[in-house]
């Protein structure tokens, strides 16, 4: 350690000590860019700031003013959790965000989860050493569970992907029970919530992405999370038959085939896409029998990847003249959903679909004139399918009646499968 570095140390030890806190705040703050490496000056960053965030309970917007310099002046590498001091400094400063007085919780997560998952962005803080870390830690975890549950996938899946699951403990497993009996969920399932939940938003994006090199890598590196988390939730499933493990695991599966088909043989890639349709269609029963909208519900876009997957196109056809269907009349498709449409019946020679939803939708739903790349590619496919031959020698006729007797179809295929899974039962 350099003279300087220790005099720095020093100092601020003594400011400390003879309770200067404003003085010390000041100091530290100087010191910490000249000497980012030492460990010393920043923990003393964290003690003060501890002190300080102690008197501001009542006061949840200085306190998170005060909390937001965390990640500049006491942001630690995984090397630094060595220290034994530091995870309970850490814990100490989670016991004070639970503390906080606020009528809504979830407005003080939202303020909070930027500058902390830029603050512990390593999952050492979250490894456990021996039994007993598990009480004297304690609200490092329930403060994690506080953060998971009010904040929106797209504020922390990117955070808890990257800090993965290696740090659970068999503890975050099980479920717990709080005074009034009330069943608390394994912390792990809000782990993986969040997680499934960005991975699957991230998927789509790129999915619907132009393919380009940046994509295909991402594509490949997304694939690789997925294949991790499904092995962690085939570990879990042993360990512990929860029902939502399960239910992540589908999902994880789902995203598996259409991120990194390859990685799957022939067999196995229909296998599974099998088992994904027998189950999503399992968990529609309670709304068919409700007579529920479907269009609105994830799983039912999930039975419709599946379905174009095995080529199943009349149903597939049957899926999206369901998703038209409004209050006794057809809306038009979004361009996207209109592309994958048309595609789907020209595979089955339905060309009287195709050539009807092209005119009703270009007429309900003009193209705008816009320099968007999504937008000009839509408009180069349709015109090329409005040149191609199949166009011009198919009449436009009213097809209303076919598509209610597709829909229709598609809803009796849904009821049939529910039925007789149920009977197998």
């Given at each position: 350690m350099s003279a300087n570095a220790h005099e720095a140390i020093q100092q601020g030890k003594q400011l400390i000590q003879a309770k200067h806190y404003a003085e010390a705040i000041r100091h530290l703050k100087e010191s910490i860019p000249q000497f980012p490496e030492h460990y010393e000056l920043k923990y003393l960053y964290l003690h003060v700031i501890n002190i300080y965030l102690s008197n501001y309970l009542t006061e949840p917007d200085i306190f998170y003013k005060i909390f937001a310099s965390l990640p500049h002046f006491a942001h630690f590498d995984s090397k630094e959790f060595r220290h034994p001091h530091l995870k309970p400094k850490i814990n100490e400063t989670c016991q004070l965000i639970l503390e906080v007085k606020i009528k809504r919780r979830r407005d003080l997560v939202k303020q909070l989860i930027t500058p902390f998952t830029q603050w512990l962005d390593t999952a050492e803080f979250l490894k456990i050493q021996h039994a007993e870390e598990l009480t004297q830690l304690s609200a490092i975890r329930l403060c994690l569970r506080e953060l998971l549950h009010l904040s929106p996938f797209q504020d922390c899946g990117p955070w808890i992907t990257k800090l993965g699951l290696d740090w659970i403990d068999p503890s975050d497993l099980q479920y717990a029970s709080t005074k009034n009996s009330k069943q608390v969920v394994p912390?792990?399932?809000?782990?993986?919530?969040?997680?499934v939940a960005y991975l699957e938003s991230e998927g789509q994006r790129l999915s619907s992405s132009s393919e380009c090199a940046e994509s295909s890598q991402r594509k490949e590196e997304l694939g690789q999370v997925f294949l991790s988390l499904e092995n962690k939730l085939l570990t879990y499933l042993q360990q512990n038959p929860i029902e939502q493990f399960e239910h992540q695991l589908l999902t994880v599966r789902h995203h598996l085939l259409s991120i990194i088909p390859e990685h799957f043989s022939a067999e196995d890639y229909q296998q599974i896409n099998e088992q994904l349709l027998g189950q999503f269609k399992v968990e529609l029963?309670?709304?068919?029998?409700?007579?529920?909208?479907?269009?609105?519900?994830?799983?039912?876009?999930?039975?419709?990847?599946?379905?174009?997957?095995?080529?199943?196109?009349?149903?597939?056809?049957?899926?999206?003249?369901?998703?038209?269907?409004?209050?006794?009349?057809?809306?038009?498709?979004?361009?996207?959903?209109?592309?994958?449409?048309?595609?789907v019946c020209l595979a089955c020679q339905q060309y009287d679909l195709a050539k009807f939803e092209i005119e009703y939708t270009l007429i309900n739903e003009p193209l705008p004139?816009?320099?968007?790349?999504?937008?000009?590619?839509?408009?180069?496919?349709?015109?090329?399918?409005?040149?191609?031959?199949?166009?011009?020698?198919?009449?436009?006729?009213?097809?209303?009646?076919?598509?209610?007797?597709?829909?229709?179809?598609?809803?009796?295929?849904?009821?049939?499968a529910v039925e007789t899974k149920s009977n197998e039962t």
């Open positions: 912390l792990v399932c809000h782990c993986l919530n969040k997680t029963q309670p709304k068919i029998i409700e007579k529920v909208n479907l269009t609105n519900i994830k799983t039912f876009h999930k039975i419709l990847t599946c379905l174009i997957r095995a080529q199943a196109h009349e149903l597939v056809i049957g899926g999206y003249c369901y998703r038209m269907f409004h209050s006794d009349d057809f809306y038009p498709l979004s361009y996207a959903n209109l592309l994958e449409y048309v595609k004139d816009d320099e968007n790349e999504a937008l000009c590619n839509y408009q180069k496919t349709l015109k090329s399918w409005q040149g191609a031959d199949w166009y011009e020698a198919t009449s436009l006729q009213d097809v209303t009646l076919k598509k209610i007797q597709k829909a229709h179809a598609f809803i009796e295929y849904l009821k049939n």
